[in-house]
């Protein structure tokens, strides 16, 4: 994104800090319920493991339901209290609208988001960390090929003194939320 200019680069920035804020209370909470659902994989307590679960999915749910509608309704604010100090009002209007671009897309992932964080956290309380792992792996592999397919337009490409013509939609912001949000669906099916 920061091959696209200073506006794009801050508007994303401004957005990952908001959403920042949402991942830290999905963690939050999860972890706490977490110690129980570990204390009962422990005892071997399926049933308590089932509630613990539950529990985090009620939570996180709960959590994402306040998050879209906060930062649906509240977006544009939120945003603008980080461009608050740029001098130049044409290019933090512009980042504004690259920003809500950015975060209107990224709010359908945050549903993924939670439910693979939901059941990594559980896996892991029963010893089981590699599908996790390689769900996170594959995400970050898919994110990397869709951003560069999504972000920049069609160019050429020099690489080792052969050029090739790259295919690219030119969406920038939007191909970058596009990008993450396709990965952590990908995840989500991986990890379910």
């Keep these: 994104v920061g091959s ?3 506006e794009s680069l801050s508007a994303v920035s ?13 963690f939050g909470g999860l972890s706490g319920v977490s110690i129980f659902g570990a204390q009962f994989a422990g005892k071997g307590d399926v049933d308590g493991m089932r509630q613990a679960f539950r529990a985090k999915l009620y939570f996180g749910i709960t959590v994402v339901i306040i998050g879209i509608a906060l930062l649906w309704g509240f977006g544009e604010k939120f945003i603008s209290i980080f461009l608050a100090g740029e001098v130049d009002a044409t290019r933090a209007a512009y980042a504004l609208s690259e920003g809500l671009d950015y975060l209107h897309i990224m709010l359908f992932g945050l549903f993924p988001f939670m439910l693979v964080q939901v059941y990594a956290g559980s896996m892991r309380e029963m010893g089981k960390t590699v599908a996790t792992m390689v769900g996170s792996v594959i995400a970050i592999l898919t994110n ?9 337009p069609v160019r050429e490409l020099t690489v080792f003194g052969a050029t090739f013509t790259m295919w690219g939609a030119g969406m920038g912001v939007r191909g970058a939320a596009l990008a993450t949000v396709i990965a952590r669906f990908v995840e989500m099916l991986f990890v379910l």
């Design 4 to 6: 696209l200019g200073e």
């Design 14 to 26: 401004v957005v990952n800090q908001i959403l920042m804020v949402f991942n830290l209370t999905i």
């Design 144 to 152: 990397l090929v869709l951003n560069f397919l999504l972000i920049y």
